[in-house]
């Protein structure tokens, strides 16, 4: 499911988890799958660890994926947006990550589909990593903030067509792509009115995009009030307005929309969805009674979408529902119910796991596993399966950076180090500078004050180098923050590295 966990919003990104504030509400749910992120005999690591964490490294090939039912491209827009122009077809983009697992569970479980063939001659297809360096004149143009997410892009133009953020089963990834060959050829034949639904909604969805929630909300607002009580996007428009709410902090106003339309949303993943949302919003409701009313009917909801899912619901979304119900239990103090719920997520993961065929498809499932496995103090599993899944998947960075954080959360800091050192020799962009900052963090834990100075020294220059479209403000002035806070510690001048 898309765990929001997402950037920019304050919220997911597997692994990482999205935190959120009170200033800055998380805005979706989220796994990173979101898109957020024991004690077994120990497993070599499947790498060396190498002499100098800090240094960069070339980017490593990623984990070989299932064949996809249609063909697609990779890590090329400029040139796939040429070739979508001299074919004439729309250019479909999954922006996707390493580490998140919803993305995995897309290529695994949704673009093998063999019912996808047909597509692809109107639709020319295209997978960017947004770690890589040379995707990131892509994020200049269009904002990735959830893991994964879709877009539609008309080639000639370069206009937004059609956006999805998040996980998507068949039947709707299907609709949203043939909604967006529908709006383009409307588009090309100057057919589509700029102030139907239809319009409006492709407004709204580029405005948040680029960044623009308020503007986006507003937009989202005008189409639904434009469009009938049965249009078919209702859903889509519905969710969309929530999260562009939380993503501009009106909180009041998404507290308002959650509660009017929390049982109107419909499909295999949008209910649940926006019924994390609507918590997000919820807990920086001010009063405390209406709170906990309104979770109360979040809690109906989400418990009602699991006693009759959808048919076309896969093993993600409902494991993902149960993860926020057991999240919507513990904020009402239900801590019984919130255990029950986990143990309910566990047995899906664990199904669903276990009828995979390939390690690459498993460790789709590795990151909720290991969550639950945590939260119900089972750390020695999550350790087992991620030292087993290293081994397994050698090129990939995810199983050690995944392992490192579990190692980390049950206080195995010396473990967590060696393992996180595996992921930095085989991570990069902007998960490697994030696994540079966890690592001076276990430094600071170990007392090892001149390597972890070294090692923010080369988080910052990290920060420095990275291109236009990974550059990220904030983060990089966090760094620098704490390099001048252990350089001061160290009673050293915090000048610039």
Request: proline share 7%; net charge neutral; with cysteine.
């Amino acid at each position: 499911m898309r765990y929001l966990r997402t950037l920019g919003v304050g919220v997911f990104c597997l692994l990482t988890a999205c935190q959120s504030s009170p200033a800055a509400p998380p805005v979706s749910p989220s796994t990173a799958r979101g898109a957020t992120q024991s004690e077994a005999k120990p497993i070599a690591p499947a790498a060396p660890a190498p002499a100098s964490p800090t240094q960069a490294t070339a980017p490593a090939a990623s984990s070989a994926h299932p064949p996809a039912a249609v063909p697609f491209l990779h890590d090329d827009f400029d040139g796939a947006l040429a070739q979508a122009k001299t074919e004439q077809k729309l250019l479909f983009v999954d922006a996707w990550a390493e580490w998140c697992h919803t993305c995995k569970s897309m290529q695994a479980f949704v673009f093998t589909e063999p019912v996808l063939a047909p597509l692809a001659d109107r639709v020319l297809f295209l997978a960017l990593d947004t770690d890589k360096p040379e995707n990131a004149p892509f994020l200049e143009q269009y904002e990735v903030s959830v893991w994964p997410s879709f877009f539609a892009i008309d080639p000639g133009s370069k206009r937004l067509i059609g956006y999805w953020p998040g996980s998507a089963s068949l039947a709707e990834l299907r609709d949203f792509v043939q909604q967006s060959l529908d709006a383009q050829e409307a588009m090309g034949q100057a057919r589509l009115d700029p102030k139907s639904p239809v319009a409006l909604l492709i407004q709204a969805k580029t405005s948040q995009t680029q960044g623009d929630a308020t503007r986006a909300a507003a937009l989202y607002e005008q189409a639904l009030a434009r469009a009938p009580a049965d249009w078919p996007r209702r859903s889509e428009a519905l969710h969309g307005r929530l999260w562009s709410l939380a993503q501009s902090r009106q909180i009041a106003a998404c507290n308002r929309f959650g509660e009017r339309h929390l049982s109107q949303v419909t499909g295999s993943s949008l209910p649940a969805f926006f019924a994390s949302i609507f918590l997000s919003c919820l807990e920086h409701e001010p009063n405390r009674q209406r709170r906990a009313q309104l979770r109360e009917q979040v809690i109906e909801r989400l418990s009602q979408l699991l006693a009759s899912p959808e048919a076309t619901m896969s093993a993600d979304d409902r494991e993902d529902t149960w993860r926020i119900l057991s999240d919507a239990y513990l904020a009402a103090g239900k801590r019984a119910e919130a255990h029950q719920a986990r143990l309910e997520r566990l047995k899906v993961l664990e199904a669903a796991a276990d009828a995979a065929k390939t390690p690459q498809a498993k460790a789709t499932f590795d990151a909720a596993r290991a969550d639950t496995y945590l939260a119900l103090g089972r750390g020695d599993a999550a350790v087992q399966m991620l030292q087993a899944r290293m081994q397994e998947l050698p090129d990939s960075y995810e199983p050690a950076g995944r392992l490192a954080s579990v190692q980390e959360r049950l206080g195995r800091n010396e473990a967590a180090l060696a393992t996180l050192d595996v992921a930095i020799a085989r991570a990069y962009g902007p998960r490697r500078l994030r696994y540079l900052a966890q690592r001076a963090r276990l430094l600071e834990k170990l007392g090892r004050r001149s390597e972890q100075i070294e090692t923010l020294r080369a988080e910052v220059a990290g920060y420095e180098s990275q291109p236009g479209g990974h550059a990220n403000a904030v983060q990089a002035g966090d760094a620098q923050a704490r390099l001048a806070k252990a350089l001061a510690a160290q009673g050293s001048p915090s000048s610039s590295p």
